[in-house]
């Protein structure tokens, strides 16, 4: 009776633990489907991973990426943990409670990942949690490490005793965990089935928004055919049409007139050069040509000699470094630089532009830098000035629409880099960029 007592009440406090381990999974389902990053569903909220299955630690190891919540090992010890991880898992859940038995590197970490239970999402997508050693002093009828005694009686039968003594044997096991129960192995898997389709479903929805930007993407290349064409038909007709009244009937104006009429052909000039700005910028991603084998050297001479005149009229001064060959896009390159060397000549001051650019190999990218010695730029627009009509300076004093920078930005993100500033007011602006090293893109 006592036996069957103790098995209904195991039974009744496993039912109650795998109800409460259901409800946690439920919240990190609902958290999961609502967050932003599903994984952040997992570990930004109560409960959260370590209370599905009573862990420690814990770690999503996504691709390049991994988020912990807890006691983990160390990043070193954690790579080569999930590299051995690798060559194991062969099912859908993998667990041990003493992981140093199996993998004698982990020892080195019993404290904090003596037992482990890891589910494979995909191919380097995984979930580990951890449990810290849990030592145990295990009480033997005598040491089991004794062979067994065999005695003889008087007659002459042989009989086998508790190695030959009922004197107390202990033994202290260590690098071992408390045991995974059932229900908690069961849950680890029923996440991982959630964590898929929730990963499937997003797929699905980022399909859907590629075939919905790339229709936005034709939408806005039709408009920027428009407004190369359609608008700067009307607008051409507007100027041509105002000059000619300034020439036909000149004697007949007055100086008033004659300012209206300055300030009409400045208007329309402007809104061409913002057309032709905007086209330039939503062509970028859409009319990009094919990444190629590119001498930054002729791309740069292709820029300097399209700003030829501006560079005579400022009296610039231009030095560089070697520059190198690259995979990219060289009419674009040559904008960058166009971009970048133009501003540095339009932002100067009262003495002629000095302006160096600079290309130095480091971490597998090229990083190129324009330094001038303008006007500078207030720290703390660092990031706003290439943001699409974002302007610093009056256009009176310095023409332009706004877009230059904004193009600039646009052109390194599409060849996979970076691009920022740094300056002081009055002490001139440094623009840094990279451009990655690769033999194809």
Known sequence: MISVELTVKEEDENYEYRVELKDIQGKLVEYMSTAENFIDGLVKHQPNLLDLVSARGAVVWWGADCTTVGEIPEAADLKGLIAWLEQQIDEKVFYTDE?????????????????????????????????????????????????????????????????GSFEEWKEIVRCKSLPWKPCEIEAAGELRNAIINIVLRQADELASLARELERSNAELEKFAYVASHDLQEPLNLVSSYVQLLEMRYIDQLDQDAKEFIDFAVEGVTHMQTLIDDLL??????????????????????????????????????????????????????IQLFQNLIGNAIKFGRDQPPQIHLGAKQQDGEWLFSVRDNGIGIDPQFADRIFIIFQRLQPRDEYPGTGIGLAICKKIVDRHGGRIWVESELGQGATFYFTLPVREQL
């Open 280 to 333: 330039a910028y939503s062509r970028v991603g859409t009319r990009g040509k094919e990444f190629v084998p590119t001498a930054v050297e002729t791309a740069l001479d292709r820029a300097l000699t399209n700003l030829q005149i501006r560079i005579a009229e400022s009296g610039a001064v231009i030095t560089t470094d070697p520059l190198p060959t690259l995979n990219g896009d060289s009419t674009q390159l």
């Open 99 to 163: 992981l140093p038995r199996i993998y004698p590197a982990a020892e080195k970490y019993k404290d904090i990942a003596s037992g482990l239970l890891a589910i494979a999402i995909a191919e380097q997508n995984y979930i580990l949690w951890f449990r810290p050693e849990y030592i145990q002093t295990v009480n033997w009828a005598g040491d089991p490490n004794q062979p067994i005694v065999k005695t003889i009686s008087d007659q002459r039968t042989v009989r086998l005793t508790p190695r």
